[in-house]
């Protein structure tokens, strides 16, 4: 069983930068891929950006040269680092944690099976 808990968010102006930090729980962290969601009122929850297990780095096109996402297997910690935030990155962010395999996409949520609760992101304009 894995328990992911999310921080971090808050209110920003519009070019401001926040940092997310999602904590897990588990003896195999580093083994699973996580990703970050995200979902704003009256839309579906999108893809914002994924590390695998070795690593590689997924971003969806609104997230890349904006958001870097990191993590640190020792701390068993998933960082999301957000600059040049705009009004609609608005939403609450979702970290997410597959089981270390799965053939969907990265992209997909379909591919992670443990969810936060998430964390409130709001951009003022």
């Known amino acids: 069983q894995v328990q992911l808990v999310e921080s971090g968010g808050g209110l920003v102006q519009a070019g401001g930068s926040l940092s997310l930090s999602c904590a897990a729980s588990?003896?195999?962290?580093?083994?699973?891929?996580m990703g970050w969601f995200r979902q704003a009122p009256g839309k579906e929850r999108e893809f914002v950006a994924a590390?695998?297990?070795?690593?590689?780095?997924y971003y969806a096109d609104s997230a890349k040269g904006r958001f870097t996402i990191s993590r640190d297997n020792a701390k068993k910690t998933v960082t999301l680092q957000m600059n040049s935030l705009k009004p609609e990155d608005t939403a609450v962010y979702y970290c997410?944690?597959?089981?270390?395999?799965?053939?969907?996409?990265?992209?997909?949520?379909?591919?992670?099976?443990?969810w936060g609760q998430g964390t409130q992101v709001t951009v003022s304009s």
């Open positions: 590390i695998t297990s070795r690593g590689t780095l």
């Open positions: 588990g003896r195999t962290f580093n083994s699973y891929a």
């Open positions: 997410a944690a597959d089981l270390g395999y799965g053939g969907s996409s990265y992209y997909s949520r379909s591919r992670y099976y443990y």
